[in-house]
């Protein structure tokens, strides 16, 4: 069987987190598959990450374009590298470049691509992924075949892999994309808040009815330890910065508890936080989608409730 292939992505401040889950989970497959781990990084900016990760082999695709995600080059020199090492597995974070080099990789390389997973089960040496389809609402278990497939996994799926290891360095060169050049690359904006880190969120959707309401979210949110997100429509409201957005196309939480204020549960709601481990709805509409996946719910006021619950919980 060949090896498990993980295809990392740079941040700013290193290899991803989302790359790190792929990285562990991989070396877990490994063991049980009885097969190795390559990593394929790309660029230089990150080089002394890439030369402690915890696998068997690294492969550093570096030269030409490789510093800026460029579609081409990195699909290009990805497909190389993919059918030097003849992976059995390949992961890839689902995330914006993850979705983009996955399909790039699958045309080129003709393999399989499983996207949206969000994880992989071993059972007597074969391997099943199990990927969301219709925006979360259903769950493909998807048997990966004798000659392989690409998996992209969604970020939050399993816990990163920090463990520092000394794997074999392989430096590959890739060739400048004679058909696209990246200029610059926009950041999106910055957020004091990681609302993936918090164990604790007090989740606000259309239901807050405005900016003035915020400080009630706020307050409820300091009260129980949490930091506050959001659903889409705050968010395109401009109440909340896009980083707290929960959802398809915001970020994927999966707190301790998950409190949802005035969100309806729209499926694309629902993709962000479904796993949380207590999700707990404040809707006054008790036919609304959220209390379908609620652990518990009530019909409360949120403008009521929030206050009296952060009162109550500061003791007065
Ligand atoms: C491609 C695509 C991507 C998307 N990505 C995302 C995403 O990442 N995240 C996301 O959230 N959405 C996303 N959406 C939008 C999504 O479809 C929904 O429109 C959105 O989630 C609805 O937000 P909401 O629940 O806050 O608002 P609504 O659906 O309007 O629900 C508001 C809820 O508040 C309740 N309510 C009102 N007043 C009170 C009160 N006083 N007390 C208690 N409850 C009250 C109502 O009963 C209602 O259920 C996306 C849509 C598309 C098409």
Not at 103 to 116: F, K, S, V, W
Not at 218 to 236: N, T, Y
Request: charged content about 20%; proline content about 5%.
């Amino acid at each position: 069987m060949g090896p498990i292939l993980i295809v990392l992505e740079n941040g700013a401040a290193g290899v991803t987190e989302a790359t790190k889950e792929c990285v562990n989970k991989a070396k877990s497959l490994a063991a049980q598959l009885g097969t190795t781990t390559v990593a394929v990084g790309f660029g230089k900016q990150h080089v002394s990450d890439l030369r402690r990760l915890a696998v068997t082999k690294v492969v550093i695709a570096s030269g030409g374009t490789m510093d800026l995600y460029n579609p081409d080059a990195y699909e290009k020199v990805l497909a190389e590298i993919f059918g030097n090492v003849k992976p059995y597995l390949t992961l890839i974070a689902n995330t914006t470049m993850g979705l983009d080099l996955g399909a790039g990789l699958a045309g080129r390389t003709q393999t399989p691509l499983i996207a949206y997973g969000i994880d992989i089960e071993e059972q007597d040496g074969r391997l099943t992924a199990i990927s969301q389809v219709f925006a979360g609402k259903l769950l493909a278990r998807v048997p990966i075949p004798e000659d392989g497939a690409i998996v992209t996994v969604i970020p939050g799926s399993w816990p990163a892999d920090n463990e520092a290891g000394d794997p074999e360095i392989e430096e590959w060169t890739a060739q400048d994309s004679e058909a696209m050049r990246v200029l610059r690359v926009v950041e999106p904006e910055q957020s004091d808040i990681d609302i993936t880190k918090a164990d604790i969120l007090v989740s606000v959707g259309r239901g807050i009815e405005g900016p003035d309401n915020l400080p009630l979210a706020e307050d409820l949110a300091e009260a129980l330890g949490g930091v506050v997100s959001c659903s889409r429509p705050v968010v395109d409201a401009g109440w909340l910065p896009k980083a707290r957005q929960v959802g398809k196309s915001g970020q994927t939480v999966k707190p301790k508890l998950y409190l949802a204020c005035g969100i309806s549960g729209a499926p694309e709601h629902l993709q962000g936080m479904r796993d949380a481990d207590l999700i707990i709805a404040i809707n006054t509409d008790e036919s609304a989608s959220i209390m379908d996946i609620a652990h518990f719910g009530t019909t409360a006021d949120m403008l009521e409730l929030m206050p009296a619950l952060a009162e109550r919980l500061k003791g007065g």
